[in-house]
């Protein structure tokens, strides 16, 4: 079974090697405003590289990311780092947050054009071909640094979508109602979600093309073309490497989640019955869900008062829990539109940030 060690951390987080106490890490990134929609004048300004006003109110995060930020820049400040902490064995994770049309989906896939089963990244590809791209290098070279200790890596991807609650693997759509099952070998896991080794760029479009093809894109009056499911890219990274020190194998393993929510407005019911009805609460139970254990776990953080931290309430959160306020590094794209029209749920998505940032997590290196 796994059993978790120390190993060496980054120095400057903390002290105690292997273990990391460290803060969510939040990104604010405001889209472009509309060129084909009239939705008002901007009323979000950056006004530092970490803050921005709305409406005469400052908001300070890890970092602001303005209309005119890159692809690239979105993945110096969020992927590089997620790499490297998967590398060195931490558990990592990217959500992206934020209303529908604010840039979720631009900022984790890219737009869907920009995706091709060719092995090159182009401007437009989001964040998680350029994860991939950097992981495969850095483990290259790491294997030729540590060619003596025979270092080999094995990276396994899945991709689901909870979308009313249920659980849908994306790789094989056939797959309706999967299950999340712990267990303490495995920690939380989903019943027979197809994994599948990647170890190319192509494997990797090849899945992210079809999981993204499948995914459920509903058409109803509560919010026509939005994605109202919310979707996890996992990769579980191993490496197996024999100690210098003593010739014995060394074992690692460390997953990295890219998880797309639903959209965060408050979803109104008019005109929805039956089904959709029932849809729009259980989305709504997922990010409510969310929304009430970052609550919690700031509360947590900030007073050190011990409480139950419902996990269980929400696939989405039962699923994710490592990540929340566990053993797990993340980091929080919150996106929003620097748009009038959109004003109050740009509020409500930086109120969420703001909570989000106060909460810890403890991440541990998992080594045998
Ligand atoms: P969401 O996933 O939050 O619903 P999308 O990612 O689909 O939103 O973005 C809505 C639209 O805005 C898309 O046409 C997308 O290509 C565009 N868009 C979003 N963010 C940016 C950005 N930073 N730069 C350029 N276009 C963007």
């Not at 998680?128 to 991807?157: G, W």
């Not at 696939?315 to 748009?339: D, H, W, Y």
Request: charged share 25%.
């Amino acid at each position: 079974p796994l059993k978790r060690k120390l190993s060496m951390d980054t120095p400057h987080e903390n002290s105690v090697p292997g273990i990391s106490d460290s803060g969510v890490k939040v990104v604010v990134r405001m889209r472009p405003p509309c060129q084909d929609k009239d939705e008002g004048d901007p009323i979000v300004q950056k006004i530092s590289s970490d803050s921005l006003t709305i409406n005469g109110q400052t908001f300070t995060f890890d970092s602001v990311a303005d209309t005119d930020a890159s692809q690239l820049d979105i993945f110096e400040h969020v992927g590089v780092p997620l790499v490297e902490n998967c590398l060195a064995g931490f558990n990592s994770s990217v959500f992206a947050y934020g209303q529908t049309g604010s840039g979720k989906t631009y900022t984790m896939w890219g737009p869907a054009n920009a995706l091709s089963e060719d092995n090159t990244i182009n401007d437009q590809q989001g964040l998680t071909p350029r994860v991939f791209e950097r992981l495969f290098a850095r483990m290259n070279e790491e294997q030729i640094k540590h060619s003596d200790k025979q270092l080999n890596y094995q990276c396994h991807c899945s991709f689901l979508e909870i979308y009313n609650e249920q659980i849908t693997d994306l790789l094989d759509p056939n797959q309706r109602n999967l299950q999340i099952r712990e267990d303490v070998k495995s920690g939380v896991y989903v019943e027979n979600l197809t994994e599948e080794q990647v170890y190319t760029m192509k494997d990797v479009f090849r899945l992210l093309l079809k999981g993204l093809s499948n995914r459920r894109i509903g058409a109803t009056s509560i919010n026509s073309e939005s994605s109202r499911s919310h979707t996890v890219f996992t990769c579980v990274v191993e490496s197996r490497c024999k100690s210098a020190a003593d010739g014995m194998s060394r074992f690692k393993s460390s997953r990295i989640n890219l998880v797309d929510l639903a959209g965060s407005e408050r979803q109104k019911l008019t005109g929805a019955a039956g089904e959709r009805l029932k849809e729009a609460g259980n989305i709504n139970r997922s990010l409510s869900q969310l929304g009430n254990l970052i609550n919690i776990l700031a509360e947590v953080s900030q007073t050190g008062k011990q409480r139950h931290i419902p996990y269980r309430d929400s696939r989405l959160t039962f699923l994710l829990q490592e990540s929340l306020g566990g053993n797990a590094k993340l980091a929080m794209v919150c996106a929003i539109s620097p748009a009038q029209s959109c004003r109050s749920e740009t509020f409500s998505t930086l109120r969420f940030a703001q909570r989000a940032k106060a909460i810890k997590n403890k991440a541990v290196v998992n080594e045998v």
